[in-house]
C-alpha cells in the first residue's frame, strides 16, 4: 500500500480573499486531472472565518489516489483505469488487488491474493449463533450492520491499526468474509440452512453457491451468471468520496478500528438516496407495467408540484450518462438471454422509458441521464435475489472500496480527526431560569 509525494500537488497559485478590508492568500493545488482545489485548512486561524457547504458540494474531504470521476464526461477511473475496461476483461478480484494495492496485480502477486481471500472465507462458527438472535423477519441490511460490527469482537488480532500487518489482515478478511455475511444474513431471512464456502469456487461463484445452494441437492453455478455477478461487483466496487465511504473515513479518523468503520459505511449505504435507489427503480418499472403508459410518468416527473421522481434517473456527480450504467445495461442483456427471458415486460418499459426521457426537453435540460441503478434491479431480480438484498449485494462490493480508502486514510501522514464546524442559528447565550419560575 502506497504514500505520495504531496508537494507534487502544489501549483504556486494562490486565491485571494477579501475580508472586511484584509486581503488572504489561499494556496491552490491540483490534482493528476480534475478541478483544482484552494486551500481552507488555515482560513479559520488565519481570518476567524469558516467556509460553508452543507452537503459537501465544492468541498474536497481528502486527498485520494484511488477513484476518479469526471461527472460531466462521464467517466469513472480505479487507479486510471476505465470502469468499461476493467468490467470488460478484468475480474472483481484483480479490481480488488487494484484498488488496495494501487497497481494490476502480477501472476504472482494475483495467486498469492486470490489464495489469501479464499482462504479467509469461513466466518468464526460461533458468528452462526450471533445471526439466530436477530428476529427472523429482520432485514438482511439490519443483519449486516450487526454482523461485521460484531467481527471487532471475533478478531481481536486484526483490530490495531497501527500495525501494518494486522491491517492487511483485516482488509483480507473484511473481502473474504463479507460475501459469507451477505449469504448468511439472506439463508436466515428465508429460513434456509446456511450453505459455508468452497474454497473451490470463484468469488462470484461461491457467493451465488452460499446464496442458492441447498444441502439437499447438486446445485451447479451458471458460469454466465457468475460472470455477470462479478461484473456487477466491479462495477459497485467504489465511487469516490460518497456518503457511505466519507462515513467509513470519518469514523476511521478517531482511529475505530476496521471492522467498526466498514459497519458505519454499511448503515449509511442503507439509506434510499444511496444504496438503496436500484430497489426503488425497480418498483417504479413495476408499477409503471406496460409501455403505454410511460407518458403518464415522464409528465408526473416533470410536473412541479408532484413529488414523483423518474427513479434511476439524474446523479449528483454525473451530469452525463453514468458509465456503469452502460455495463448495467449490456449485463442485463446477457442475464436475460442466458437466463431464457425473452419478453421481460420491465426491461421493454425500461428501454422504452429511457428513450422517451434521453430525449424529453426536460431531462436534457437538466442533463438527467440513466444511472447504474435503472438497470441493475431488473438484473437482480432475474438472477434470483430479492429486492431486500439488492444493497446487501452492493454492500458486499464497495466493501473493497471502503476497505482501500480505509487504509489510504490510516497510512496519511496528514490524517487528523475529521471534525466539521457548524454555522450556529440557535440561541444567543442566556441565564439558567429555575423550574418554578417558568
Ligand atoms: N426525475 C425528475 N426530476 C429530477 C430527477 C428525477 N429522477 N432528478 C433530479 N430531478 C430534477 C430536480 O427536480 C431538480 O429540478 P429543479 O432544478 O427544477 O428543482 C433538478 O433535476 C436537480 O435535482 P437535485 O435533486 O437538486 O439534484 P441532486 O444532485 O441533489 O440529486 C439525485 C441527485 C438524488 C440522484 C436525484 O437525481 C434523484 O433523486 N434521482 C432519483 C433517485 C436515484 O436514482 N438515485 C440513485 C443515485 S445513484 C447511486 O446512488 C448509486
Redesign the pocket.
Known amino acids: 500500500m502506497m504514500t505520495k509525494d504531496k508537494s507534487a500537488r502544489a501549483t504556486g497559485d494562490t486565491a485571494k480573499l477579501e475580508i472586511d478590508g484584509q486581503s488572504y492568500d489561499l494556496p491552490i493545488y491540483k490534482g493528476a486531472v480534475g478541478p483544482r482545489v484552494i486551500d481552507v485548512s488555515k482560513l479559520y486561524a488565519q481570518s476567524g472565518h469558516f467556509t460553508f457547504d452543507p452537503?459537501f458540494t465544492s468541498t474536497a474531504s481528502c486527498d485520494s489516489d484511488i477513484t476518479y470521476i469526471d461527472g460531466d464526461k462521464g467517466e469513472l477511473l480505479y487507479r486510471g483505469y476505465g470502469i468499461e475496461q476493467l468490467a470488460a476483461n478484468g475480474s472483481f478480484l484483480e479490481t480488488a488487488y487494484l484498488l488496495l494495492n494501487g497497481e494490476l496485480p502480477s501472476s504472482k502477486e494475483f495467486d498469492e491474493f486470490s489464495n489469501a481471500i479464499t482462504n479467509h472465507t469461513m466466518v468464526h462458527e460461533q458468528m452462526q449463533y450471533f445471526v439466530r438472535g436477530f428476529r427472523r423477519d429482520a432485514h438482511p441490511m439490519a443483519i449486516m450492520v450487526g454482523m461485521v460490527g460484531a467481527m471487532s469482537a471475533f478478531y481481536h488480532d486484526s483490530t490495531d491499526i497501527n500495525d501494518a500487518h494486522q491491517r492487511m489482515v483485516a482488509s483480507r478478511r473484511m473481502i473474504a468474509k463479507i460475501p459469507t455475511i451477505a449469504a448468511m444474513a439472506y439463508k436466515y431471512s428465508i429460513g434456509q440452512p446456511v450453505v459455508y464456502p468452497r474454497n473451490d469456487l470463484g468469488y462470484a461463484e461461491n457467493f451465488l453457491n452460499m446464496c442458492f445452494a441447498v444441502p439437499a441437492e447438486e446445485y451447479h453455478v451458471n458460469p454466465v451468471i457468475a460472470r455477470a455477478m462479478d461484473k456487477i461487483f466491479i462495477l459497485h466496487a467504489d465511487?469516490e468520496q460518497?456518503a457511505s465511504t466519507s462515513t467509513v473515513r470519518l469514523a476511521g479518523s478517531s482511529g475505530a478500528n476496521p471492522f467498526a468503520c466498514i459497519a458505519a459505511g454499511i448503515a449509511c449505504l442503507w439509506g434510499?438516496?444511496?444504496?438503496g435507489?436500484?430497489e426503488?427503480?425497480l418498483n417504479m418499472l413495476q408499477e409503471i407495467g406496460t409501455v403505454d403508459r410511460i407518458p403518464e410518468y415522464v409528465a408526473k416527473?416533470?410536473d412541479?408540484n408532484d413529488p414523483?421522481?423518474?427513479?434511476?434517473?439524474?446523479?449528483?456527480v454525473y451530469k452525463n450518462y453514468?458509465p456503469r450504467a452502460t455495463v448495467m445495461q449490456q449485463a442485463c442483456h446477457e442475464v436475460l438471454q442466458e437466463l431464457g427471458i425473452k419478453d421481460d415486460p420491465m426491461l421493454d418499459v425500461a428501454m422504452e422509458l429511457e428513450k422517451i426521457a434521453l430525449n424529453d426537453e426536460?431531462?436534457v435540460e437538466?442533463k438527467?441521464y440513466p444511472?447504474?441503478?435503472?438497470y441493475s434491479g431488473i438484473t437482480l431480480k432475474a438472477l434470483g435475489f430479492p429486492s431486500t438484498m439488492f444493497t446487501v449485494l452492493?454492500a458486499l462490493a464497495r466493501t473493497t472500496g471502503w476497505v482501500a480508502q480505509w487504509n489510504e486514510m490510516v497510512q496519511d501522514p496528514e490524517q487528523r480527526i475529521g471534525r466539521p464546524r457548524q454555522l450556529y442559528s440557535g440561541a444567543a447565550p442566556r441565564d439558567y431560569v429555575n423550574l418554578a419560575k417558568r
Open positions: 452537503g465511487h460518497n434510499p438516496a444511496h444504496g435507489a436500484n426503488a427503480a416527473a416533470k412541479k414523483f421522481r423518474l427513479m434511476g434517473f439524474g446523479h449528483r453514468d426536460y431531462f437538466k438527467l444511472n447504474i441503478d435503472f452492493f
